[in-house]
């Protein structure tokens, strides 16, 4: 699966779990556990509770996401 496919779901950080794990709640109503992207781990960007952020979320599993940019 390419990075195009992927769903861009905005949303707010809820909670700071276990091992870089964040529970996200979005714009519509969905949780979705989340991690950082290899490029905000790259470059230091710090996430935390109450910051609006965009999840990458796959179509077939929406459960899961990757966060790829902190508004």
Not at 4 to 23: N, R
Not at 33 to 56: C, E, F, T
């Amino acid at each position: 699966m390419s990075r195009k496919d992927l769903i861009q779901i905005d949303g707010t950080v809820a909670k700071i779990l276990g091992g870089g794990t964040m529970e996200v709640k979005c714009d519509n109503d969905m949780v979705v556990r989340a991690v950082l992207s290899g490029r905000m781990k790259k470059h230091r960007i710090k996430v935390l509770v109450g910051d609006r952020i965009q999840v990458s979320v796959s179509p077939y599993d929406t459960s899961h996401g990757l966060i790829t940019y902190r508004h």
